[in-house]
Nanobody, 124 residues
Framework: QVQLVESGGDLVQPGGSLRLSCAVSGSSLDAYAIGWFRQAPGKEREGVSCLSKRGVNGAYADSVTGRFTISRDNARNTVYLDMNSLKPEDTGVYYC?????????????????WGQGTQVTVSS
């Protein structure tokens, strides 16, 4: 029912910035909490950031706090992740996800619908 398509991943230099977008279709975004996750090769998927349905409550992983910003545009059914001061350790496949069941948690199993991911590579 719900489809998510990520875009914006790219190869960037350390210290650079990037904006990831997630277009949601099949349902109204305002009915869902949203989350961004990432996964490096050989490692488990980890939560990066999330935002509640009303955008009141948000959370960030310690590793990205102060550098990443999550936002949502419910009118356009689009989720964004603005990434600044990128580091090589930020490299990975980034996924967006939605959940009807939770407000905002950095736990992959709490989310119902997932995109296919977009590759972010931070390297000189």
């Amino acid at each position: 029912q719900v489809q998510l398509v990520e875009s914006g991943g790219d190869l960037v230099q350390p210290g650079g910035s990037l904006r990831l977008s997630c277009a949601v279709s099949g349902s109204s975004l305002d009915a869902y909490a949203i989350g961004w996750f990432r996964q490096a090769p050989g490692k488990e998927r980890e939560g990066v950031s999330c935002l509640s349905k009303r955008g009141v409550n948000g959370a960030y992983a310690d590793s990205v706090t102060g550098r990443f910003t999550i936002s949502r545009d419910n009118a356009r059914n689009t989720v964004y992740l603005d990434m600044n001061s990128l580091k090589p350790e930020d490299t990975g496949v980034y996924y967006c996800a939605t959940s009807r069941r939770v407000q905002c948690v950095l736990r992959p199993t709490a989310y119902d619908y997932w995109g296919q991911g977009t590759q972010v590579t931070v390297s000189s």
